[in-house]
């Protein structure tokens, strides 16, 4: 079983940061990879940003530039700095990850999801 420990949400102005965290833990052998979705009430959900196991990055176009996102392999630990938010960012934030499970099994697994609002 995995479980993900998603923190940093919160409620922010504009222009302002916030850095979200998220711990992966149990039967994972191996990650392939780790990244954060979001959605707004009647939007469709969408990739924020990932990160491979190899090291490569994607990002959505509307967050290049302004989002990093980052992990530290030892904890399979991902984070997504925010910096220079917009209302349009307000959305719920969960964290996804692509894993290889100790039987030898792939599978993926959504976190429970944190709110980001962004205050005009």
């Known amino acids: 079983q995995v479980q993900l420990v998603e923190s940093g949400g919160g409620l922010v102005q504009a222009g302002g940061s916030l850095r979200l965290s998220c711990a992966a833990s149990?039967?994972?052998?191996?990650?392939?990879?780790m990244g954060w979705y979001r959605q707004a009430p009647g939007k469709q959900r969408e990739l924020v940003a990932a990160?491979?196991?190899?090291?490569?990055?994607n990002y959505a176009d509307s967050v290049k530039g302004r989002f990093t996102i980052s992990r530290v392999d030892a904890k399979n630990t991902v984070y997504l700095q925010m910096n220079s938010l917009k209302p349009e960012d307000t959305a719920a934030y969960s964290c996804?990850?692509?894993?290889?499970?100790?039987?030898?099994?792939?599978?993926?697994?959504w976190g429970q999801g944190t709110q980001v609002t962004v205050s005009s």
């Open positions: 990160v491979t196991s190899g090291g490569s990055t």
């Open positions: 149990g039967s994972i052998f191996s990650i392939n990879s």
């Open positions: 996804h990850v692509d894993y290889w499970a100790l039987s030898g099994s792939r599978g993926t697994y």
